[in-house]
């Protein structure tokens, strides 16, 4: 009997530490939040397939798909202030200070399991980026935050 008892925990004692090393697998990390599933399957479909794509172009370093991926006029906010980039070459012109490497970074490190969503669209990391869909379907780019996540 006792060993029966021995044999038990052993395996209980094992369960439990698979499980937590399960937890620190990507795909079965919890999630903080709502996730794009709370706002339906195609939200979430088209979500995911927007950040697969935004993190190829950031990958590649192309600025011209990046800036295809933004809704004109852009809202950027640095800090307090916010401003409007109105047109793709203005955004190329000032890419560097508006995708800098905090933004970057925020992008290549976002799970898409764990994208947050909510009523106003998909956001990446602490709200660097927010994207949303357009009336024409089309997911694009309509903020920018350099300066989100770094108080």
């Not at 927007?50 to 011209?64: N, V, Y």
């Not at 909510?118 to 300066?147: C, H, L, R």
Request: charged residues 15%.
């Amino acid at each position: 009997m006792r060993k029966t008892y021995g044999l038990i925990g052993i395996l209980l004692i094992a369960g439990a530490w698979l499980s937590a090393q399960a937890q620190n697998v990507p795909d079965s990390q919890a999630c903080e939040g709502s996730t794009v599933d709370n706002q339906g399957a195609d939200f979430a479909q088209k979500s995911r397939a927007f950040l697969a794509a935004l993190q190829t172009a950031i990958h590649d370093g192309d600025k011209t798909k990046v800036a295809s991926m933004v809704s004109y006029p852009v809202m950027v906010i640095h800090g307090g202030q916010k401003t409007r980039v109105k047109t793709k070459s203005q955004l190329i012109a000032e890419y560097g200070s508006i995708f800098d490497a905090h933004v970057l970074q925020a992008i290549a490190q976002q799970t898409a399991k764990c994208l947050f969503g909510n009523y106003q669209g998909a956001m990446i990391g602490n709200g660097e980026v927010w994207f949303s869909p357009q009336q024409d379907g089309a997911m694009k780019i309509i903020t920018v935050n350099p300066t989100a996540g770094r108080q």
